[in-house]
């Protein structure tokens, strides 16, 4: 019969060769999975075909990860967007796409929300986290305008209040860049009269925000016209070079 002691000291000595075997293991056992190249295809934008949904992708260095991805508001998770297992290491991984509905099948206000991904395995986890604007209408434009020089675009709006901005950068020290807006109403008592195209002077590397609301609003859904153009002021700058430009509008 083997002693009270001769077990003791098996059960001691197990536990030191144990020890000795964790300690030999490499670090990469334990440490928590990396999450790589996080993000999504598209702003939600739920009047344009382009932005009925948004993709959201990443890659993560171990397979057999658990990954939950939620969007949250002022008042915490609107959706989870998905809970479920990665098995795949270094590749790319996409989730089901997201409508821009919340948990209850219902259109989110405007506004920019937070998204949070958790990717864990074991007792470890990883997060990454990013904004997504939600909208009726998201689009971007961008460009380089010699100077005197306009372009015009055109995009699908709502009759609703607008966001515009708008970012420019010349290498002149005075530049300006003019934004126009055409196909704008206004109402009053004597019925409806065209509006003229509205200009807004953009100063060099400045963002600027314009609502538009009643009783300047789009007068119906449809094609818009937008011109940008490169201009200067001849009696109080002097001409400037080439305009690069980047523009937002959000309704």
Not at 211 to 238: D, Q, V
Request: net charge positive; charged share 15%; aromatic share 10%.
């Amino acid at each position: 019969m083997v002693s009270l002691r001769s077990r003791t000291s098996r059960l001691s000595m197990f536990l030191i060769v144990l020890s000795l075997a964790l300690l030999a293991l490499p670090a990469t056992a334990f440490a928590a999975p990396k999450i790589a190249k996080a993000a999504w295809s598209n702003q939600i934008a739920y009047e344009l075909k382009s932005g009925l949904s948004s993709t959201f992708t990443c890659q993560v260095d171990q397979a057999g990860c658990w990954a939950t991805l939620t969007v949250s508001g002022a008042k915490g998770v609107v959706k989870t967007v998905y809970s479920g297992p990665i098995n795949v290491a270094n590749a790319p991984v996409s989730f089901p796409a997201w409508n821009g509905l919340d948990a209850s099948g219902r259109r989110m206000s405007t506004a920019t929300y937070d998204w949070k991904l958790t990717v864990t395995k074991g007792n470890q986890a990883s997060t990454a986290t990013g904004k997504i604007a939600v909208s009726k209408i998201y689009f971007n434009l961008r460009g380089s305008l010699d100077i005197n020089k306009s372009v015009t675009e055109t995009r699908y709006m709502i009759n609703e209040a607008t966001a515009f901005y708008i970012w420019a950068r010349t290498p002149g020290p005075d530049p300006r860049l003019s934004l126009e807006i055409h196909d704008f109403v206004i109402k009053d008592a004597a019925g409806t009269k065209v509006r003229p195209p509205e200009f807004i002077t953009i100063p060099n590397g400045t963002t600027v925000r314009q609502w538009y609301s009643y009783p300047w609003i789009i007068p119906s859904r449809g094609n818009r016209e937008i011109t940008i153009a490169n201009t200067t002021r001849p009696m109080l700058f002097k001409p400037s070079g080439p305009a690069d430009y980047y523009m937002t509008v959000i309704q």
